[in-house]
């Protein structure tokens, strides 16, 4: 049997409570210095665990934000280790002419460069400040991490033109040797 403080004892003896009420109360007291009732959170916890909430969900997107960034960075790295070590050295003087958005720029090649452009075998990628010329294979890495990267590909660019009719209608008139553009 628990131990009863005077007033309690007081009370029962005076017939103001009755035993159940008194020990009613003595486990909500001991409830309360254990910690065992939950307490309802004030105004004041709910308001910090919000802010918390909303610092948390700022910085998983700030750092979604960073690891994007740090792929970016990532993959531009690798488009530039590809084009260093595979681009072809650019040699001649025909002017090969290719648009480039909305401008038209071209780069100095000899006749075999030209007619491996011509069939889709080099590709013209944006490199830095100027213009590379790359193998198919490499090009195909440069384009699976950014194809905004290839400026002109002889191959895709065909692919989806789809005029094959026209092509056939147009074998049939000879174009002049001294024709290049």
């Not at 003896?13 to 001991?30: D, P, S």
Request: hydrophobic residues 40%; without cysteine; aromatic residues 4%.
């Amino acid at each position: 049997m628990p131990t009863r403080n005077p007033l309690q004892e007081q009370l029962l003896k005076a017939g103001l409570v009755k035993k159940n009420q008194v020990a009613q109360v003595a486990r909500e007291q001991a409830k309360k210095h254990q910690g065992k009732g939950p307490a309802a959170p004030t105004a004041e916890q709910l308001d910090v665990q919000r802010l918390q909430a909303e610092k948390a969900e700022r910085d998983r997107a700030i750092a979604a934000e960073r690891n994007a960034q740090a792929r970016a960075n990532e993959l531009r790295a690798q488009i530039h280790q590809i084009v260093e070590a595979h681009k072809v050295k650019r040699a001649g003087e025909i002017a090969y002419r290719f648009a480039d958005g909305d401008k038209i720029k071209d780069v100095l090649v000899n006749e075999p460069l030209r007619a491996q452009l011509s069939t889709g075998t080099l590709v013209i990628v944006r490199h830095g400040d100027g213009y590379e010329l790359l193998p198919r294979p490499a090009a195909d890495k440069v384009a699976e991490r950014d194809a905004s990267m290839i400026v002109l590909d002889h191959r895709r660019s065909d692919a989806g033109s789809g005029n094959d009719a026209d092509d056939e209608y147009y074998k049939q008139f000879e174009v002049p040797d001294d024709l290049i553009w």
